[in-house]
């Protein structure tokens, strides 16, 4: 009798008994014995048939329990109903076609919507209720989808969602108004997004990114919406288009530095720095130092310091006139049509 009081499920619902079986608990319940039908609404007893329900609890101490759940199939005595065979459905207990009660699932939407996925998965096992990160997200879109009626959808949110960072990407729904999560689609394409638009006419601006896809999609799935750019994609492409137009004048100015540190940070400045940087090479490679020591007393690059120890008896500045001069040579050839000979456009240091 004790056993039978601590596993209460609710009114109406009747506990036989509970015995150990194996690693697990194993609780045997019995439903009331009627219900409504969902096509008419009228309510019955009518008793047809029963089957059994087996669904995961909360363990106890650690071990698991397993509810052994009889549901009645019932008649419905509705002359104009044409669904004669009706399932009973325990308010409270568990939801049609879930193998979990409804604690189990509070459970598993509550950590997919604070820690996601995987996060989730790992937290469940520590709690001895194994499931997949997979079965977390279903529960999450269940969950979403009973939470936002299809008939009161106006501004939806559209974005690629990451299942797999830098590899597999899918796309997030969000009802913009409500600010929550509709759904969660498995790819992202426009036949997807046009497919699921579709399935809300009501829907009368979409906020989405630049991408083409998603514009492609809200053209064909909601032709009455008027598309937008979200705020966050607005900004972030500015902030970009910002940074490449400085990056080209100098380089970002650095904090607590001085008057001649920012100057040597101007194009001039920086000219004059690879002026010295190279002077610095030829004089160590003049004293008999080898490209590798080179480098790691100066902190160079391999490419770097080979390019500097090629550039013989010269600059920069000497390079860049004698590639000039060559290529005009070049181009002269070509439009007179001889051949160049390889000693007249070969150059010390260049690299072909």
Known sequence: MKMKAMFAFGPGIHVPGAERVGAEWVVSVSAPGDGLCPACGCRSN??????WRLLRDLPMHGIPVVV???????????ATCDQKIVAEQPAGLAE???????QVVDILQALGYAAGGKPAERILSRLGLQSS????????KRRAR??????????????DWSWTKGQTYGTIMVDLERRRVVDILSDRSSTSTAA??????????????????????????????VQVADRFHLL????????????RLCRPLRRGASVAAEAADTRAGLHGVREDLFTKVRALYDAGKTATTICEELSLSRRRGD?????????????TQRSTRRRLRRVNLAETGTTPKFSAVHCDGARW
């Open 96 to 102: 049609p076609l879930v193998r979990r009660t409804c």
């Open 68 to 78: 052994r759940l009889r549901v009645a199939r019932l008649r419905c005595r509705a």
């Open 146 to 159: 009973a939470r936002s009626p299809r008939a009161s959808l106006r501004v939806v949110g559209i974005d």
């Open 307 to 319: 390019l500097a120890i090629a550039l013989r008896g010269g600059s920069r500045s000497s390079l």
């Open 133 to 140: 990160d997979d079965t977390v997200l279903h529960h999450l």
């Open 236 to 247: 972030q492409n500015l902030r970009e288009r910002i940074e490449q137009q400085l990056g």
């Open 196 to 225: 699921w638009l579709r399935a809300y006419p009501g829907v009368e601006v979409v906020s989405r990114d630049r991408h083409g896809l998603y514009a492609e999609g809200a053209r064909d799935g909601a032709p009455q919406a």
């Open 46 to 51: 009518a008793r047809h048939t029963s089957y």
